[in-house]
Every structure is written in C-alpha cells, then in structure tokens.
C-alpha cells in the first residue's frame, strides 16, 4: 500500500507542484493625469469618482461637499474612507452623482473614494476591506406587491 500524505507540502511534492507560491503585490491603476477612477453604488445612485493628489478639496457635481451635501452626517460619511486610512486632506475629489436620494448619494460617493483610494494606493486596501468601504451595500428599496398598501403592509382588516 502507498504512504499517505498528511500535509500540503507532501501533496505538492507528489504532484511536482511547488508548494510556495509567491503573491505578486497589486500596482496601482492610475491614468495619464494620475488620477484614480472608481464607479460608486448605493440604492439608486451611482457615482463616478476621481481622486488625485491634493489639498482635501472635495467637488461633487461641480459645488463644493459642504454646498452639495448640506447635512453634517453626509459629509461625515464622505470623509470616512480618509479617516480609516489616515489619508485626511492628501486627496481632491471631483465625482459626479445620478439617482436616488441624498443619502444614497452620499454612500455612493463613499464607495467611490474607497474603491479609488484602493486603487491609487494598494496598500491602504486592508483597511479598507476590514471596515466594509469596498463591498457595496445591495440593499434596495423592495417592490410593492398587489393585494397590499405596500410592501408588506396589508390593508386594515375589519369583520364586519
């Protein structure tokens, strides 16, 4: 009877395959002007969202964050991606936003700048991954059925 293999490195060794394979490091994607693009989604809205080296100004369908979105939480949710990674004031944004409300909007652009900040810097993608800013939020706003006021909710039920 043959001997049986237990780890890894034996199965490798017997299919001829080396057992280390080397990871090779992701470069960053960047385009003529040295700007990074990424494609933004929340809900409805989509953004489409370039970061470059800068000040910190941020312009979202050509006004400023603090003129486009108003509320402070929005523009706190903007300034998350830099926050985790530690990046505050480095990068301008300029993104463009379509559909949907402004906070969906807002997590849109969000989403944009982290998907950005990840390809402009491919080191900074372990923070970004372990707090959720690259894995888009799907949940959506769910259909109205026939037979009840709306989603879910039914008509008020009387006996008599």
Do not use: C
Not at 82 to 100: L, S, Y
């Amino acid at each position: 009877m043959a001997e049986q293999i237990n780890t890894l490195e034996e199965l490798g060794a017997v299919a001829g395959v080396e057992a280390a394979v080397e990871e090779t490091p992701r470069e960053p994607v960047r385009d003529e002007l040295g700007r990074a693009y990424a494609t933004g989604k929340r809900k409805d809205a989509v953004a489409r969202v370039w970061i470059k080296p800068g000040s910190g100004k941020v312009t979202v369908n050509g006004k400023p964050q603090n003129e486009y979105f108003a509320r402070p939480v929005l523009q706190m949710i903007l300034a998350q991606p830099f926050g985790i990674t530690g990046t505050d004031g480095q990068f301008d944004v300029v993104a463009t936003v379509k559909g949907g409300g402004l906070s969906g909007q807002a997590g849109a652009v969000k989403h944009g700048v982290s998907k950005a900040l990840q390809l402009y810097e491919p080191s900074l993608r372990g923070a970004l991954k372990a707090a959720g800013f690259l894995t888009r939020d799907s949940r959506v706003v769910e259909r109205k059925k026939y037979g009840k006021a709306k989603a879910r909710k039914s008509f008020q039920f009387s006996k008599r």
